[in-house]
């Protein structure tokens, strides 16, 4: 049982340059998320997804796109990279049925993301 | 506003000694409530939920006070191996499955 994986774990880019990073998740959860952490700032939500097929904005979507064409993958793409995206990049899951015991999201080990 | 707040620290402590960690939150209708631990350069990881009741874990107990919209993590006996940021996290205003995270405070505990 992996949990919550993430690739790649490190990437630097140019400005303008595109990429792909894949979340996936082995513990049938319905609900996943996509975070950004910067120094001093909390984990800010991207997008997320409340099952296969669906997505939504977050708090700070811009410059960002998702698919969630499986259940267990969670895909977040960068269209054309800028510094203000230099971030550490988490990806989560949970079930979220309601109340605390479902609420709880479970990590993956990030991927760390600079852009020249 | 902030929807979490917490200060940032670090707090600096011996080993063996109790800290206490406050947070506070601006949703009276959160009904989720958690401290999750984070190591230097490392993903957050479930520390405790926090009940209404108050709950304790081996040396950690949280505490949540309603009326006051505060959290609050009690560690005792400080291990090298707490040294972490902690953060203070509740689900959002509009759906109970979004969190919010507080920016954590940092825990450094010495020999």
């Known amino acids: 049982n992996a949990g919550v994986t993430q690739t790649p774990k490190f990437r630097v880019l140019k400005t303008g340059q595109s990429m792909t990073l894949l979340c996936a998740q082995d513990m049938n959860h319905e609900y996943m998320y996509w975070y950004r952490q910067d120094p001093g700032m909390g984990l800010r939500l991207i997008h997320y997804?409340?099952?296969?097929?669906?997505?939504a904005k977050g708090e700070v979507p811009d410059g960002y796109n998702v698919s969630r064409l499986k259940k267990q993958n969670f895909l977040l793409g960068l269209e054309s990279a800028a510094p203000s995206q230099t971030s550490v990049y988490f990806c989560a899951s949970s079930y979220s049925t309601g109340g605390p015991s479902t609420d709880t999201q479970y990590f993956g080990p990030g991927t760390r993301l600079t852009v020249l | 506003r902030k929807e979490v707040e917490q200060d940032p620290g670090p707090f600096n402590v011996p080993e063996g000694a109790t800290v206490a960690f406050n947070c506070t939150y601006s949703n009276s209708a959160s009904q989720s409530f958690f401290w999750y631990r984070q190591d230097c350069r490392k993903e957050p990881k479930l520390l405790m939920s926090v009940y209404s009741s108050g709950n304790e874990d081996g040396r950690f107990t949280a505490q949540l006070n309603r009326a006051s919209q505060y959290i609050s993590l009690l560690i005792r006996d400080s291990k090298l191996s707490d040294s972490a940021t902690y953060l203070c996290v509740v689900n959002g205003m509009d759906s109970s499955y979004k969190l919010i995270f507080g920016s954590g405070t940092r825990l450094l505990v010495r020999p």
């Open positions: 997804s409340v099952g296969e097929g669906t997505t």
